[in-house]
């Protein structure tokens, strides 16, 4: 183990030897280009250009092209990269992660990876977490781009297609991640190649990538059409959990947040909804519905899961604080929280098109990131994405002080304290960022502070929108911000005059999150570019986190030390403690990514069958002058399926009437046909017997349209209309069958492997439908010359 963490290390190093090496190439070019006049040093991004036209590679102009951006940066934006800003440059080139320290510039240090990727003329994506983000930094970085003579455009939830076809033609663009997901999903659902607004995938730089390549992994994007309401039933389970009782009715299983009902429970169920077996096949719908009521009731909770708005349920992030506008939880748990709240249950949905972020951004050509925290999932990263993380050194030494975690035996306890130490450090003056996991959390303690008289800003789901103007003053004298985690990422606290020499801004964390990378990012707030900081997090025995994993270690730890864990008064601060409270969120993390990568092992089945079907009606959608080679062979296979299905054993045993029956309700009209026209006929020679009146039929529709243009036309409405209908059956079946797939687990069976070999037959049956109906569709439709699109 020694050796290979030896092994590892010096790889790291040597790798970032030879980053620094190019980084000077860099540098060395750096009198050159002051010495140049603006219109000279602009004139370069045709020249480069050219070079990239003439055969060079991205890597060949790579230092002349990052001396023209720092040179451009300096001019335009008054910022010059430092030596550690263009390393971290050059890892975002080589498509990889750049680790970089809160404060260190990541949003500069991108400016000259985009800029030599943009040269190509192939498009480059910068993703942020939020659409402020995208338009603060396609703002200021924009300036820079189009001064070296390349366009920048925006990509946002509220924008029309026809903008946002705009904005993917540009040679940069700023979008949020969920935005570029539902984009592709939105295009590969369009009837009309003009609908549509992407070009290819081609090279991604997403900014906090761990925030969305780890932490929204699990949440696929999901895009849905009305299905079938049964908000009484949501009523009826939820009026019947809410008059169970713990332990007695149902149990609660802490670690891995599930809740199931007791026997006694299962009786209360049958009694209330007047039953014999809960549990019959025919009551499968109910306990669904029941069990998304008791999470709803007894797992969820306001404010911290969910907040309730204008009688609308919206979730809240968990990773980031954030509402997440527009997004429901999916297998009618949604529905079961607004049954708990007493809002309007809104109509369940239907899954219509659905992909992961993981097999999104492996889609494209070159994928990089940059984050204050990737290190924790270096693992995950490289397996997953074929991407490595490097760790690029701070401008200046961290200067920042990271004290033991202190645990305290209740909540009450603990947040006294953080009160009784946000009323020191305000009374001298020091900024103070609190960090807390929930909203109900951030509220409870503003509460304390107002009988405290500490005056104070708030920072959660619930107040987001005046977040920028929030952060900007957390770094004044005297400043107290209470924040969810939303305060960790993409904003910079910069200290106001005189806080350097009151100690920095002091982050104090009323809770562990159950991933370490939230904490680092937390305390990352603190200590930019070498300033001075504090920062401290604050436990106790009654957290989430310690209840899930650490309680009964740290419980055992304190009775060696004879500490009576139920005195209010008992303060732990100790090394140990914090090591503890770090293996339970390596667990957590371990169990996360077990799940992240179900999750994708299920995805990778359906991403195959989209990225089948996907492709078909890409080639559909774009023909320009006949499907006759994609119509034709469907009929064809219709036809010989038919025939094969229905000339089994001897000849007399084969079923004659049936294929007759096949062919007028597919095919052709009933009089063209009869059992007398294919009796004593091999199967090849009735197959050429159909295929004769299919071609018949075929070129009766072309005397019937006006052209080849209206045929083309006809053909393609006819095949996108059945696939997408049967696209959607087949992905809402696949999604309803992985719900129960886990059971064939009790069996022996591999439920990923019965997965797989299920969703492949369900495939296979959804092209031969598919095939069917096309066929039948398009023969035996009448047309008419009145309709017009």
């Avoid at 303060?571 to 992240?596: H, M, P």
């Avoid at 359906?606 to 034709?632: F, K």
Wanted: hydrophobic share 35%.
């Amino acid at each position: 183990m020694v050796n290979v963490l030896k092994k590892w290390v010096e790889s790291d190093r040597r790798e970032l030897r030879r980053i620094s090496r190019l980084a000077k190439c860099v540098e060395a070019l750096a009198d050159e280009m002051a010495a140049l006049t603006d219109e000279e040093l602009q004139a370069k991004t045709p020249a480069l250009k050219a070079e990239l036209a003439a055969g060079k590679t991205l890597d060949d102009i790579l230092p002349e092209a990052f001396a023209v951006a720092r040179e451009g940066a300096k001019r335009v934006l008054g910022l010059y990269p430092f030596h550690v800003q263009i390393m971290g440059g050059i890892v975002l080139h080589g498509g990889n992660i750049a680790e970089m320290k809160t404060g260190e510039g990541k949003t500069l240090t991108a400016t000259m990876p985009v800029y030599l990727n943009a040269l190509a003329g192939r498009g480059v994506h910068v993703i942020t977490v939020n659409e402020y983000l995208s338009e603060r930094d396609a703002a200021e970085m924009g300036q820079l781009y189009n001064w070296l003579g390349l366009s920048v455009g925006v990509n946002g939830a509220e924008k029309t297609p026809d903008e946002k076809r705009e904005a993917y033609q540009k040679d940069i663009l700023y979008s949020t991640n969920s935005e570029i997901g539902f984009d592709y999903l939105r295009d590969n659902m369009a009837v009309y190649q003009e609908d549509q607004v992407q070009r290819g995938l081609n090279f991604a730089i997403i900014d906090e990538v761990d925030s969305i390549l780890i932490d929204e992994a699990r949440t696929p994007l999901i895009i849905s059409g009305p299905g079938t309401g049964t908000s009484q039933l949501y009523h009826q389970a939820d009026r019947l959990v809410k008059q169970l009782k713990e332990d007695d009715d149902y149990t609660i299983d802490l670690e891995s947040k599930t809740v199931a009902l007791t026997d006694e429970g299962i009786k209360k169920a049958e009694q209330y909804f007047n039953l014999d077996n809960l549990y019959d096949i025919d009551n499968t719908a109910l306990t669904h519905h029941l069990d998304q009521a008791l999470r709803a009731n007894y797992i969820m909770l306001i404010d911290r899961d969910y907040v309730v708005r204008d009688g609308e349920v919206l979730i809240v992030d968990s990773f980031t604080g954030r509402v997440m506008d527009g997004r429901r939880f999916s297998d009618g748990l949604h529905q079961a929280i607004e049954a708990k709240e007493n809002v309007e249950i809104q109509e369940e949905n239907k899954t219509m098109a659905n992909i992961t972020y993981q097999n999104l951004f492996r889609m494209y050509n070159k994928l990089s990131g940059m984050t204050g925290t990737a290190r924790t999932e270096m693992e995950e990263f490289r397996e997953i994405y074929n991407m490595d993380t490097i760790s690029i050194p701070t401008n200046r030494p961290i200067a920042r002080k990271d004290e033991p975690d202190i645990l305290y035996p209740t909540l009450e306890s603990k947040f006294h304290a953080v009160v009784r130490k946000i009323v020191e450090l305000h009374a001298k003056g020091q900024p103070i960022l609190v960090g807390t996991v929930a909203v109900e959390t951030s509220e409870y303690l503003s509460h304390l502070l107002d009988e405290q008289n500490i005056p104070h800003v708030v920072l959660n789901a619930k107040n987001h929108a005046k977040e920028a103007e929030i952060v900007k003053n957390a770094g004044q004298v005297g400043a107290v911000t209470i924040a969810t985690n939303m305060a960790g990422r993409g904003t910079d606290i910069k200290l106001g005059p005189g806080v350097r020499e009151l100690g920095g801004l002091a982050v104090l964390g009323t809770e562990r999150h159950e991933s370490r990378r939230i904490d680092n990012q937390l305390r990352g707030r603190s200590g930019r570019q070498g300033d001075p900081g504090l920062s401290q997090f604050y436990l106790s025995l009654e957290d989430d986190l310690m209840k899930r994993f650490g309680g009964d270690r740290i419980k055992a730890f304190l009775e060696r030390m004879q500490v009576d864990p139920d005195d209010e008064d008992v303060v732990i601060k100790s090394r140990f403690l914090t090591r503890q409270v770090e293996s339970a969120q390596k667990r957590v993390e371990g169990n996360n990514y077990d799940s992240r990568k179900n999750v994708l092992q299920y995805d990778d089945v359906m991403r195959e069958q989209r990225e089948i079907i996907y492709g078909e009606r890409q080639q559909v959608i774009t023909e320009t002058e006949s499907l006759d080679d994609v119509l034709m062979p469907m009929i064809e296979r219709t036809v010989r399926r038919a025939i094969d299905q229905h000339t089994l054993g001897s000849q007399k045993e084969w079923e004659l009437d049936k294929i007759v029956e096949f062919a007028t309700e597919v095919i052709a009209k009933p009089d063209q046909i009869s059992v007398a026209d294919l009796t004593g006929k091999s199967a090849d020679k009735m197959y050429d017997f159909i295929m004769n009146l299919a071609h018949q039929g075929v070129e009766e529709k072309r005397d019937q349209l006006y052209d080849a243009s209206q045929m083309l036309e006809f053909e393609k409405v006819v095949i996108l209309r059945v696939v997408d209908s049967r696209w959607t059956e087949h992905i809402d079946a696949m999604d309803q069958f992985r719900q129960s797939v886990g059971l064939r687990g009790y069996g022996q069976r591999n439920p990923l492997v019965e997965y797989q070999m299920a969703g492949y037959q369900m495939f296979e049956q959804m092209i031969t439908d598919i095939e069917y109906e096309v066929t039948r569709l398009f023969m035996k439709s009448e047309i008419r010359q009145n309709v017009t699109r």
